[in-house]
């Protein structure tokens, strides 16, 4: 499932950067995503097999309105190919190879207290420099660390907490005994 929607994002990817509206289409099909997600209406009828290829194509010229065409050829072509299931990997690819082509590097902060603006903004400000990437960074607040930071950037998790630390001690307390 993943490989179709990589395959689908891909495709996407080239024919927008090619047009030069990389980000116009990563911006429309992300706001076409989140409306199939959050209404059950538009999943029953652009998923269900009831409705022809031809009447989810009238659809999207419907729900897309003012849409890219390139985006609006797409999501077409995703009807007809009865591919619509698909569209929300094939956001997620899309803004992966979105988000590499502008060297963006997500970083999520979690601490067991609600840090302030500075402090959060100066980690993000090292990770920066350290990559060379800029990043989107976001924080959370998590009782369960306890204390420390757990932070996530990229694919890469770096648990610098309280609860990591007691969890290692315990195993090395099992481990013992």
Known sequence: MEE?????????FEVAQAHGKLDTIHEQLAQFADALEQSRELQIFF????????????GIGRVVVDGDEHLVRFLELLAE????????RI???LHELWAEEQRLLDVEVTSAIQLDAATVEAIGRRIEQQTGRRIQLSAKVDEGVIGGLVLKVGNMVLDASIRNRLERLRKQVAAAA
């Open 47 to 58: 998923f269900s097999p009831y409705f022809s290829s031809e009447e989810k194509r009238e």
């Open 81 to 88: 190919k009865h591919r619509l299931p698909f569209v929300a």
């Open 4 to 12: 179709i929607a990589s395959v689908y994002a891909r495709s996407l």
């Open 91 to 93: 956001n997620r690819a």
